[in-house]
């Protein structure tokens, strides 16, 4: 299962500010993450080549997060929370999509 969707649904409904909503969401799959690491650990899903490749990637994340912080000082907060409301819909109706199969 995907958290986001539920996660966001649970978030616009409590009609909190564009920086509250990111914060949140930031922080709640920071500590998703972080307890799936010793699963994944015992797995056996971290390996040298694993390693090799986050340290290629890592670069892209920092970008990542930098444009990120720049887009959400550019993007008003009216044009943040529809574009959001946009993309979940687009994202549930996938899932409905994928669920009945077709």
């Known amino acids: 299962m ?3 969707p539920p ?16 914060a949140t969401t930031v922080l709640v799959f920071w500590v998703i993450n972080i307890l799936k690491f010793v699963p994944y650990a015992f797995l056996g899903i971290f390996t040298a080549q694993t390693f090799v ?9 920092l970008l990542g997060a930098w444009l ?6 550019i993007v008003p907060e009216r044009a943040f929370f529809a574009i959001t409301y946009v993309l979940l819909t687009v994202t549930g109706a996938k899932l409905i999509w994928d669920g009945l199969g077709l």
């Not at 966001?8 to 990111?22: D, R």
């Not at 490749?53 to 670069?59: E, H, I, V």
């Not at 990120?68 to 000082?73: P, Q, S, T």
Request: no cysteine; charged share 10%; glycine share 12%.
């Open 53 to 61: 490749a986050d340290l290629l990637l890592a670069p892209f994340a």
């Open 7 to 22: 996660a966001a649904v649970y978030l616009l409904s409590q009609g909190i500010g564009k920086t509250t909503y990111q």
């Open 68 to 73: 990120g912080v720049k887009a959400h000082w």
């Open 2 to 4: 995907r958290a986001g």
